[in-house]
């Protein structure tokens, strides 16, 4: 079972900075992942996209987010950051981290699926 674990929130005031890392790992099996990205949940909204990236290094972020968040990857760690500056009340949420990842159990890749993080809870104040 593949395990993605959080880390990186906190309370911060508006224009503030702060960064979140999430790495993934296949316990007593070899993983292959494919894209890993963050969203976020607000109270009463919808979970969202915020940035992805995938293992070439292709990056997609929400408009909201474009020139204040920047995503990155350590493909060798499994892990991925997500660097916020400029950080707004608006950006108040949960971010969970979603890896797309494939087993490897008996040198046999298993289909592709989707993991989530148990979410960090990042506050901006005004």
């Known amino acids: 079972q593949v395990q993605v674990v959080e880390s990186g929130g906190g309370l911060v005031q508006a224009g503030g900075s702060l960064r979140l890392s999430c790495t993934a790992s296949?316990?007593?099996?070899?993983?292959?992942?494919?894209?890993m990205g963050w969203y976020r949940q607000a109270p009463g909204k919808q979970r969202e996209l915020v940035a992805t990236t995938t293992t070439g290094g292709v990056t997609d972020y929400t408009d909201s987010v474009k020139g204040r968040f920047t995503i990155s990857r350590d493909n060798a760690e499994n892990t991925v950051y997500l660097q916020m500056n400029s950080l707004k009340p608006e950006d108040t949420a949960v971010y969970y981290c979603?890896?797309?990842?494939?087993?490897?159990?008996?040198?046999?890749?298993?289909?592709?699926?989707?993991?989530w993080g148990q979410g960090t809870q990042v506050t901006v104040s005004s």
């Open positions: 296949g316990g007593i099996f070899s993983i292959m992942i494919n894209a």
């Open positions: 979603n890896t797309q990842a494939r087993e490897v159990r008996g040198g046999v890749f298993l289909s592709p699926r989707d993991y």
